[in-house]
């Protein structure tokens, strides 16, 4: 892994992205009860915690948290935040992988961006992983069929913000640390949501649609069935997106997109183990796509790198 940095890139996208949909989960079980804010802030407080104590026993400790961007760093965390709130009201009133597929779009919006921003160079096999991946993700909405709905464009336009947010990790990645870069990104989580408790928090603004209660949901004190999943959440964002943020800090953000599409499968069997949902045949055949892009892309990876260590 040390001879190859693209391939550890790959790995840490694909334990982050395994590990993130925990994350999905538990915030949709939660938001039948709880607001989104009030979830974000536990969450986030939870994560924070775990980050701290990664830096606290690191080599470099404390220093990491000293950063020479604060301005990129309060644009990330924008981004970032508003990425979340969108995905997750999407995702309250959507089926788990209806949503996970919809979110997918991100991948071919990292790789576009990835040329226009950064100046990488895709080449054409790439282009044709993230295209097959793409084609499974429209085969499993079937559009016409239902799936899409006004939730979908939330879920949509979170898929470009969260693209946006990786390209910036990217971009950073020369100054600044994965434990960085999580660190502010859950600092901002926890002053945003502690800004709308104290805003929303009593309730006034809630109503009774789907999407809006989730926003504005009075806060309640989370009984003591409920900690588990919320523990679950804050463990699986503070593990996951480190990983997923060192990925694309280190390495190319055309190569590290494709296999974030391994949360596709994981989509699937949270929605059957946890909320009952089984995907048809045509949906396994969008997951086929999905998966053999990811694997064409590793597997064309490893090739390039031994002939290059041949050489």
Avoid at 186 to 206: C, K, N, P
């Amino acid at each position: 892994m040390a001879r190859s940095p693209a391939l550890t890139g790959i790995l840490f996208a694909i334990g982050g992205t395994l590990i993130f949909s925990v994350n999905d989960v538990s915030i949709k079980f939660l938001s039948g009860g709880y607001a989104l804010h009030q979830v974000i802030l536990i969450r986030a407080i939870i994560a924070m915690a775990f980050i701290l104590g990664v830096i606290h026993w690191s080599d470099r400790g404390w220093s990491q948290l000293v950063t020479r961007r604060p301005a990129t760093h309060l644009l990330r965390v924008a981004i970032v935040m508003l990425s979340n709130v969108t995905y997750f009201t999407g995702l309250a009133v959507m089926d788990l992988a209806d949503a996970v597929a919809v979110a997918y779009v991100s991948p071919i919006v990292i790789t576009l961006l990835s040329i226009l921003v950064l100046g990488e160079k895709v080449g054409p096999r790439r282009w044709a992983a993230v295209f097959v991946g793409m084609v499974g993700v429209i085969v499993m909405l079937r559009p016409g069929a239902g799936v899409i709905q006004p939730a979908a464009l939330l879920v949509l336009v979170s898929a470009v913000l969260y693209a946006t947010g990786n390209l910036l990790a990217r971009h950073m990645g020369g100054t600044e640390s994965a434990m960085t870069l999580s660190f502010y990104v859950q600092l901002g989580f926890v002053l945003v949501s502690l800004a709308m408790g104290a805003w929303a928090g009593d309730g006034h603004l809630a109503t009774e649609d789907g999407i809006w209660a989730f926003l504005f949901r009075p806060w309640i004190w989370p009984p003591l069935a409920d900690w588990p999943i919320f523990l679950a959440t804050g463990l699986s964002v503070g593990i996951g997106g480190m990983m997923v943020t060192q990925a694309y800090r280190t390495s190319e953000a055309g190569l590290i997109a494709p296999f974030e599409y391994v949360g596709m499968p994981l989509a699937i069997f949270w929605g059957l183990v946890v909320f009952g949902t089984f995907p048809d045949a045509v949906s396994w055949v969008g997951i086929a796509l999905i998966c053999g892009s990811g694997l064409y892309v590793i597997w064309r990876e490893t090739v390039v790198r031994r002939k290059s260590d041949a050489a």
